[in-house]
């Protein structure tokens, strides 16, 4: 849709390069953000995120070039080409193998890392995606007539131009950014270590099943395509996951008693300032209170009050 954004001197800034960078960003960034709240070791997720980055790109490339195999046996200089052709399934299990190693060798727990990174990775696809719309690659198949949602693109994208497609890149978007919010949300509420990176593994595998269905990838498995028939295998994994999580019953990820502590001070703070304006009003309405009288005051008072009136006629007590 829009390839090239803009232009800084010779440096051209691509739609679907700066996409891939937001998404990475962004991705760590909330990953690091959370691991604060949770007593995670934030240097050392930075750094399983940065090994599962590079690894991911990797494996995302090679799995590309597993699906285009035939054309770069006649064509080898296709391995020369860098720059686009990745494949999200190569960089997941790259992305995901490699840190795993590392948090191995440095003696860390694995689970309640790839917990708390689950829905970052989510929120990075979903720029990701957005990436894919501006540069027309995984393009969908023709929509109906008149569709409204259909997309049609230019000739200088990689979609088929000219046609309604079904906008597969920004369906997927949707779908990763909710699946984002929704990991996000079900991290304080699992009972189990695991359960969260393992929701992932399942509910993405079922929806990128289910879209490849209206998208224009080769029939490389039978009747499926390369990343339906990976998807059978990532939603086994995610289900053998679950079961065994369930089994071990390792307590899940739960904020820090510091985070919690800041979260049950806010509330407080603000009805204490919301009761402030209250007293104040209350004291203003209140009455003028009468002086104290002191105890000589007062002994007076009972005194002429208990005195005897005075006769009204001398003469009269006289006779």
């Not at 994208?157 to 990991?183: K, R």
């Amino acid at each position: 849709m829009l390839r090239e954004l803009f232009h800084i001197g010779p440096v051209t800034v691509y739609g679907y390069g700066l996409m891939i960078a937001i998404g990475v960003i962004s991705c760590v960034l909330v990953a690091m953000k959370r691991a604060k709240g949770y007593g995670v070791n934030p240097d050392i997720l930075f750094n399983a995120a940065f090994i599962g980055i590079i690894s991911g790109i990797i494996g995302a490339k090679l799995m590309y070039w597993i699906t285009i195999l035939p054309e770069i046996i006649e064509n080898p200089k296709l391995l020369l080409d860098l720059t686009g052709g990745f494949v999200v399934y190569g960089g997941l299990v790259t992305g995901i193998l490699a840190p795993v190693i590392y948090l191995r060798i440095k003696k860390e727990s694995v689970l309640d890392k790839l917990d708390l990174a689950a829905a970052s990775i989510a929120l990075g696809q979903g720029f990701g995606r957005i990436g894919c719309f501006l540069a027309g690659c995984c393009y969908g198949k023709i929509a109906p007539d008149g569709a409204w949602y259909a997309v049609t693109f230019p000739a200088s994208s990689e979609a088929i131009p000219g046609v309604g497609l079904y906008p597969t890149q920004l369906m997927s978007a949707a779908f990763d950014f909710l699946l984002f919010f929704f990991l996000w949300f079900m991290t304080d509420r699992v009972r189990f270590r695991g359960v969260i990176l393992s929701l992932y593994m399942m509910i993405y595998s079922v929806a990128r099943f289910f879209i490849e269905f209206i998208r224009t990838e080769p029939k490389t498995v039978g009747p499926f395509t390369t990343a339906q028939f990976t998807a059978f295998f990532i939603f086994a994994a995610g289900v053998i996951l679950f079961i065994v999580m369930h089994k071990l019953a390792l307590p899940p990820l739960r904020k820090s008693s510091e985070e919690k502590a800041d979260e049950e001070e806010e509330p407080e703070e603000k009805e204490a300032a919301e009761e402030k304006p209250e007293e104040k009003e209350s004291a203003d309405e209140t009455p003028e209170e009468e002086p104290v009288k002191t105890e000589e005051e007062s002994t007076e008072e009972e005194t002429e009050e208990k005195s005897p009136e005075p006769a009204e006629n001398t003469e009269n007590s006289e006779e």
